[in-house]
């Protein structure tokens, strides 16, 4: 069965390492927020200007004017700090990043990325997504394994307009986590209730897969 939004999240969450410092894309990754595990301490940046995010609010909790990267309405943990939006791409920039999270249209068996441009929409820009692919230590991209479509979003070779080259070495969808080396897609997980030859026939790309393949727990 395939994974909802909020589990995705939380798989992601399971990546996070005691120490480090986070920035959650817009969409899914945003949601990850709800799900750090227990025991391990991160900071959580929005590219806006904030350190130490924390959850979503509840009712009671919301402050309009403390917002994410994506205008939703967030809490600060103990600690935070907020600051100017290019102090914030400093950090970001100079490598003091560990792990980005980031949403995608299409990524390929090479790590590229398009993440920001479908042909013919109206975009106001590429956002802070350039800067994080260049500057993050760590890429995990979340996203739908297939669109609304049934298409494979993981793709041989990108169609759509790049967003950054050959920085993508980790997935995780609704039906996996996948590796990116190699020229392929690397299936290191799946999901609970998915087969394997469900995620190769909607994977477009080269995928390569042991016999045994364990079963994601989220």
């Keep these: 069965m395939a994974l909802t939004r909020e589990q995705i999240a939380m798989r992601v969450a399971q990546e996070f390492k005691d120490g480090s410092y986070v920035n ?22 929005s ?45 970001i920039r100079g490598g003091h990043v560990d792990f980005t999270v980031l949403g995608a249209f299409e990524v390929d068996v090479n790590g590229n990325i398009a993440s920001w441009m479908i042909p013919g929409k109206l975009v106001k820009g590429m956002g802070g997504a350039m800067d994080l692919v260049a500057g993050a230590k760590n890429i995990i991209v979340t996203m739908m394994h297939a669109d609304k ?7 041989q070779e990108c169609s759509l307009p790049l967003t950054g080259v050959n920085c993508i070495t980790r997935i995780i969808t609704d039906l996996a986590v996948l590796e990116v080396k190699d020229g ?13 030859e469900e995620i190769r026939l909607k994977t477009a790309g080269r995928l390569v897969a042991a016999d045994n393949v364990p079963e994601m727990q989220v």
């Design 184 to 196: 392929a897609f690397h299936l290191q997980e799946r999901a609970p209730g998915v087969s394997v």
């Design 24 to 45: 959650l894309g817009i969409g899914i990754p945003t949601l990850a927020a709800n799900y750090v595990p227990a025991g391990v301490d991160v900071m959580l940046q």
């Design 47 to 91: 590219e806006n200007g904030l350190l130490g995010m924390g959850r979503y609010p509840t009712e009671a909790e919301v402050d309009a004017d403390m917002i994410n990267a994506g205008k939703e309405t967030v809490t600060a943990s103990v600690g935070a700090s907020i600051f100017h939006s290019a102090e914030s791409f400093a950090m």
């Design 149 to 155: 479509h049934g298409n494979s979003k993981l793709l």
